[in-house]
């Protein structure tokens, strides 16, 4: 799978994100954390909560469960998940996007 970022992104550091077919790169803010993400492969997000999150969709798609209330997300959208919100979703194969995350430590490099 050719990636749909450039060179800039990919030679930021790899995050350590444990799910199956994720590339992810990290950009490290003082008090937050930017990871561009692509997958090869249908993810299950299991249900779970964290500080506030902000993603912008690139390409495919990606169904979120936030707060009880389901919605289909693809290339162009945006979704927010307020901190401390319960969450879980299905990622399709060839979904990547631009996650902002409200807190500094969610994600460490490889």
């Known amino acids: 799978m050719e990636s749909i970022f450039y060179k800039p992104i990919l030679n930021l550091p790899e995050a350590d994100i444990p799910i199956k077919g994720v590339h992810a790169y990290l950009s490290q803010g003082n008090n937050h954390q930017i990871i561009f993400m692509e997958f090869s492969e249908d993810v299950d997000l299991p249900e779970h909560s964290h500080a506030s999150q902000i993603g912008i969709v690139l390409e495919g798609q990606i169904d979120l469960v936030i707060g009880g209330i389901k919605s289909t997300y693809r ?3 945006r979704y927010f998940i307020p901190e401390g919100v319960q969450h879980s979703g299905k990622i399709y194969a ?6 902002f995350f409200n807190e500094k430590n969610r994600y460490f490099t490889k």
């Not at 060839?94 to 996650?99: E, F, K, L, R």
């Open 75 to 77: 290339k162009g959208d």
């Open 94 to 99: 060839g979904y990547a996007d631009i996650t």
